[in-house]
T-cell receptor
């Protein structure tokens, strides 16, 4: 079946790195995504990774994929107050545009 | 120049009523979606249309009926509203329905059923 799991909360100090983890069950997943949802807003795609990659870096964001363990992580370097949001891990596979979302991780920043 | 817009932003109504939520995208995309986000922030796809044709229809009660008059619009009509329908409904669109096509989300419609 399809299942994507994340921890619900993460609190980090401003300036530290944040690491948000996700596990998924569908071994046929070929795209894995990270979306960001700010309060009162819709979801915004942050980054995505193909299943044949194990790492992708985009400025302060680093995505790591361990396909064997079906584990995806998002690292945000030098976390800022503007990074406060809910971060959703998601996956899709050969089933066209259907995306399965995790429950979201609420990231809060301490001064 | 909002890319994906939804109306209304808030909707409060009583059980048993019928209501509609409208969605429009000005991105020229072929594919549009409706998602439901419950109070625990769990987000689940409901429907997807590609060029006005239904391509994804998840296990959603028949009381929910999407309508796509053209590829820029996807409306959601809900009959006989129930308390459990209270949620935030998000519309999204993507260039096409190929895997990996980036989905752009609207701001959401918060539906409260009393």
């Amino acid at each position: 079946g399809e299942d994507v799991e994340q921890s619900l909360f993460l609190s980090v100090r401003e300036g530290d790195s944040s690491v948000i983890n996700c596990t998924y069950t569908d071994s046929s997943s070929t795209y894995l995504y990270w979306y960001k949802q700010e309060p009162g807003a819709g979801l915004q795609l942050l980054t995505y990774i193909f299943s044949n990659m194990d790492m992708k870096q985009d400025q302060r964001l680093t995505v790591l994929l361990n396909k064997k363990d079906k584990h995806l992580s998002l690292r945000i370097a030098d976390t800022q107050t503007g990074d406060s949001a809910i971060y959703f891990c998601a996956e899709s596979h050969s089933s066209a545009s259907k995306i399965i979302f995790g429950s979201g991780t609420r990231l809060s920043i301490r001064p | 120049d909002t890319a994906v817009s939804q109306t209304p932003k808030y909707l409060v109504t009583q059980m048993g009523n019928d209501k509609s939520i409208k969605c429009e995208q000005n991105l020229g995309h072929d594919t549009m979606y409706w998602y439901k986000q419950d109070s625990k922030k769990f987000l689940k796809i409901m429907f997807s249309y590609n060029n006005k044709e239904l391509i994804i229809n998840e296990t959603v009660p028949n009381r929910f009926s999407p309508k796509s008059p053209d590829k820029a619009h996807l409306n959601l009509h809900i009959n006989s509203l129930e308390l459990g329908d209270s949620a935030v409904y998000f519309c999204a669109s993507s260039q096409d329905h190929t895997q990996g096509a980036e989905q752009y989300f609207g701001p959401g419609t918060r539906l409260t059923v009393t």
